[in-house]
C-alpha cells in the first residue's frame, strides 16, 4: 500500500539509537560514579562480570572493581573525569562498542594530577540500561600535580631563575663600570650593606659604586655554590659565594666573600632589594692571605 510505515525499520531504528544512547549514558555513570564516590551507581555501571583494564592491573567482577576504587580513592581526595569525543557503534540487538576520551584532574591527598587518555569498551544493554562488560584504560599523557599546584612550582623555579639572573647583572655591571645597568638591578628603596656601612635607595648605591670603582683597574666577579630560598610569590633570597680579580699597573688582588640577596621579581625581571655583601679575604696575591689585607 502507498504510503503504510514499516512498522519493522521503525523499530530496528529507534532499537540502534536507544542502544547507542544507553552505551553512552554508561560511560558517564561510570565517571560520575569515580568522581562523587557513588559506588552503588559505579557498580551499576557494569554487568556482573564486567572487566576494567587499566595500567599494571586488570580487575575482573562489579565487586572487584568498586572495591579497588574505594581503595585508590580518599574522601579528601578531589578528581574530576570528562567524557569527551565519545563514539559509540551499534553491534547488533543490545550490544554497543564505545571509543571517547577521558581528561582527569585530581586534587588532593598528595596525588595531584592531571592527564588524558583513552576508553574503549564493550557494552550490554539490558532492560533499556547500559552496562560496561569490559573497559580498557589507555594513558596518553599524565602529569603529577593539579594545574594550580604546576602553576606554582613554576612561579617558584621562575622567580628563583630571576634571582639568579639578577645576581649576575649585578657582577656584569660591576666588572664593566655599567652605572645604567646597576641601577636597573636595584630596586628603587634597594639597601645595600657592607663593612663601610648601608646605602640607601637606588641613587645613593649607584653613587656610592661610581666611588669605590673609580681605580682604573680590570675587575671580575666569580659567583659560585649559589643557593635560593623561594619566600613568596616573586620573591626570593639568593646567598652566593664569590671570588673576585683586580688586576692594574700596581693591582693584583684576590678575594673572596659571601652576598646575601632578596630579591624582587617583577614582569619576570629580578631586582635585589636588599643587598649584603661580606668579605672573607682581600689579599694581594703576590704576597698571598696568610695574612688578610683589608681592602
Known sequence: MSGSVDVSALAS??????????????????AEGVDTR?????????????????PGS??????????AARETLPPELITRHLVVNAQVAFVGPGRATARATVHYERAGAGLEAIGWGDY?????????????????????????????????????????????????????AVDGRDFDLLAAVFADDAVLTTRRGSRDGRDEIVAYYRNALADPVERKHFLVNQTATWLEPGLARLESYFLY???GDDTS??????????????????????????????????????GEITP
Open 13 to 30: 531504528r529507534l532499537e540502534r539509537l536507544e542502544t547507542i544512547e544507553a552505551a553512552r549514558d554508561a560511560l558517564y555513570r561510570y
Open 38 to 54: 557513588d559506588w552503588a551507581m559505579l557498580a551499576a555501571a557494569f554487568s556482573e562480570d564486567g572487566v576494567l583494564a587499566l
Open 58 to 67: 586488570v580487575l575482573t567482577g562489579r565487586s572487584a572493581i568498586v572495591d
Open 120 to 172: 574503549t569498551a564493550d557494552l550490554a544493554i539490558v532492560d533499556g540500561l547500559g552496562l560496561i562488560t569490559r573497559m580498557v584504560f589507555t594513558p596518553a599523557h599524565h602529569v603529577p600535580g593539579s594545574l594550580p599546584a604546576v602553576a606554582a612550582r613554576l612561579e617558584r623555579l621562575e622567580t628563583i631563575e630571576a634571582a639568579r639572573e639578577a645576581s649576575w647583572r649585578y657582577a656584569a
Open 245 to 247: 680579580t683586580y688586576a
Open 253 to 290: 688582588i684576590l678575594g673572596w666573600g659571601t652576598y646575601v640577596d632578596r630579591v624582587r621579581v617583577l614582569d619576570g625581571v629580578g631586582h635585589i632589594e636588599e643587598k649584603r655583601i661580606s668579605i672573607d679575604v682581600h689579599a694581594d696575591s703576590r704576597i698571598g692571605w696568610a
